[in-house]
Each structure stands twice: as structure tokens, then as C-alpha cells.
């Protein structure tokens, strides 16, 4: 049985845009507040909660570390909201972990420092990093699912990028309140207290993103499966299921995301690492860049989304992995100019090459899985990856650069990476159209369901 059907122009179907949206701004809020604590960690929690670490890098490292805890409880988020999300639903779930994970970051924003509660600073931030990490690991499946499962055959890549696309939105808005509190003042305030104002911030556009998210409708294809689980014993759902059923497609989705997820955070994060701990470049010109190449993100996502409908998710996918191989070379380089422009020039480039492997992920993973636990497998793959990738990418490039002196081990470390995820990209079906009815019904057909096919 084939699970794709002719390419052709599709109506999308009416209220898409206003699960767009709904699920968009819930993304931008969680993000915002994720990716700052990626900021902050370059820039102030070394000095911060980690006063005596010895060198400059040896602070940003050990703040790096905190970072990852976040990472290593995602999977944990992913197989808990997995769970939840496949047997109750997309929207609910959503509406719990921004709420997780506004309370978590606005409570970073009220930690005293070392100097004031010694270790139990530090403490303090791992565990409310754990509850950001937590939360995350099942925001990013519930979100992509509850546009790709309403989403037409034909577009599916296009309008499931849309939340991808937030990605950037959060970063950007975390970028701009940081460059703003950073500009405007002196650095022992902006270390003492102007930090701390970026998290408090977050109290309300989480609430602005809840009630959004309190106005969407679950997708039809998600209730059938539900109802589907219900009546019938021998189908079953959830992380364990998709483990048995499906382990060839949490291994194909981790490897996906092996490169992007390492490439973004060594362009993101790293990037303020290297100007900063060599070459001293100052702050608010730096995050002036990342808020340009930000911006920039934010515009091709759906554009490279809209030519994985065109031309397949396969092509465009290998030119990420491609071209993110040699971002390094030139990008440092760049970098070591000290000019703004090309520093611009650098990570923009570096976020392009990202998008094409970025805005096709949700239409991808989805496709590889049936509806009854598509959430679970999503999330399995997407968030188990990020331990071993992003997590430990700034970890791992600052501690190469303070061993060799060099950048070019880093360049030669994403090369690995991308290397891994190009040869899985050619493992992969070329899904474009697929049908998430047809994955539905060959599910059944092959482990002896009725289906969705009456």
C-alpha cells in the first residue's frame, strides 16, 4: 500500500491559520525563555553562579553545563508529554508545559547569586533548568502535530514550518530584550540586576500564549486514532509502542537532527563564546548581529518549507547537511576579521544553511509515524538527540577551543556531524504528499488494526 498521494494543489482547510497561529505564539513564548537562559549563560551566569571557576571559559563552561541539564530532561518531558499527548491530546498538553515552563523561568529571574547563597545558587538554577527542559521536551512535538495533522497532503512542509519558524521569533525577542537591558546599562548593573528583568518578562507573554492556546480545536485525524485506541485492545499507543513498532524511525529522526541540532547551537551559542573570550568583541554588537541573522531565520524557514513540498524533503535535506559541513571554514574566518558586517554575514549564512535542514523536520518525522504515536515517536526522536547534540556542542567546541587554541577542531566537529545526518538522509522514503491517512491505515493493515479505511 502506498502512503502517497498525487501532488496536487490543496485548499487548506479552514481555522489552519488560527492553529498556526495558536501554536506559533506558544512556541515563541517557550522558546524565548529557553534560549535566553542560552544567552545568559554566555554572557552573565559564569560570573553570576560561578564566580570561582577560575578562568573566564572555565565560568561559561561550567554555565554550559547547567545548560545541558536542561537538554538531558527533555527526553523525559518527551516520553511523559508523549505519553499524554497520544492518549489525550495535543491541545491540553500544550497548555501544561507553557505553564511549566513560564513559572521555571521567571523564578531563574528571582535567584540570588553565589555570593549571597554560595552553592545553593547554582543548585537552585540546575533544578529550574531541569523543569525549562522538561516542559520543552513536549512542547516542540504537541506544536508541530497540531499544524501537521491539519495540514493539506500537498503543503504539509510549508505550514508546519510555521513553527519552526517561531523558533527564531523566541530567540529574536530574547536577543532584543538582552541587547536592549545591555545597551542601555553600565555592566556591573546589567550583571547585578538587568539580567534578571528579560525573565520576568516572561509572566506575560506566557499568559498571552495560554489563552491562545485555549481557542484551538484538536485535529480530526488525532480523534479517529483516539477513538480507535478506545474500542479496540490490540491498539495501543505511546513511547513504549512506537519503541516496539517504530524503532527504525526514532533512529532515522535522531539522526536528522543530529547536524541541525548541533550546527545551530555552535552558530548561536558558541559564536558568542569565540568573539567574546577571544577577540573581546563587545556585547551589544554582538547580539545586534544575532538579532539581524534572527530575523533573517525567520523569513526562509517557510520558504525552504514551501520547497520541500515542491522538490521533496530528501534534496533539500542533504543540502543542509552539505553546506552546514563548511560553515566553519569560512565562518571563523569571518569572524576573526572583527567587522561587523561580515560577523553578520557569518552567522546569517550559518542560519540559512540550518533552515534547510530545519523547516522540513515536522513534516518528515510526522510522516514516519502513525497518528495513534506520532506524538510519542516525534518527541523520542527529537529530544533523546538533543543529550548527545546540542546539549554538549557549546560544552564541547569551548572545551576544544581552550585545548588547541584553534577553531579548526570545532569546523572539523561539525563536519562528523553533518556527515552522520547526510547518510541518514539517504536512508530515508521520499514522503513528499504522503498521505497520514494511508500511514494510518498501512499501520493497521500491518499490525491487524481496523484502521481508518471503513
Known sequence: MTVTDPVRTERAPSGLKKVVAASMVGTVVEWYEFFLYATAASLVFGAVFFPNAGSQLDGIIAAFLT????FIARPLGGIVFGQIGDRLGRKHTLQVTIILIGVATFLIGCLPGFDTIGYWAPALLVALRFIQGFALGGEWGGAVLLVAEQSPNSSR????????????????LATLVLLVLSTVLPDDQFLGWGWRIAFWLSALIVL?????????????????????????????????????????????????????????????????????????????SLLLALLIA?????????????????????????????????????????????????????????????????????????????????????????????IVAGSLAPIIASALLQRFDSWVPVALYIVLACAITAVTVLTLKETRGASLRAVDEADAERFGLRGARR
Open 294 to 386: 534572527h530575523a533573517v531565520h525567520f523569513a526562509v524557514i517557510p520558504q525552504v518549507g514551501r520547497l520541500a513540498d515542491r522538490v521533496g524533503r530528501k534534496p533539500v535535506y542533504f543540502a543542509g547537511a552539505a553546506l552546514g559541513a563548511t560553515w566553519a571554514f569560512f565562518a571563523f574566518p569571518l569572524f576573526d576579521t572583527l567587522n561587523p558586517v561580515l560577523i553578520v554575514v557569518a552567522i546569517t549564512i550559518g542560519l540559512c544553511f540550518h533552515a534547510l535542514m530545519y523547516a522540513g523536520q515536522p513534516a518528515i518525522m510526522a510522516e514516519m509515524f502513525p497518528t495513534r504515536m506520532r506524538y510519542s515517536g516525534v518527541s523520542l526522536g527529537y529530544q533523546v538527540t538533543s
Open 157 to 172: 512542509a510549508f505550514w508546519s514550518s510555521w513553527p519552526q519558524a517561531a523558533v527564531p521569533v523566541g530567540n529574536l
Open 208 to 284: 498571552v500564549g495560554y489563552y491562545i492556546r485555549t481557542h484551538v480545536n484538536e485535529a480530526p485525524i488525532f480523534l479517529e486514532a483516539k477513538a480507535l485506541v478506545e474500542s479496540e485492545k490490540a491498539a495501543s499507543y505511546g513511547v513504549f509502542e512506537v519503541v516496539k513498532r517504530y524503532p527504525k524511525g526514532v533512529l532515522k529522526a535522531m539522526g536528522l537532527r543530529f547536524a541541525e541540532n548541533i550546527l545551530y547551537y555552535i552558530i548561536v551559542s558558541f559564536s558568542i563564546v569565540y568573539l567574546v573570550t577571544v577577540h573581546e568583541y563587545d556585547t551589544s
Open 67 to 70: 545548560y545541558a541539564v536542561g
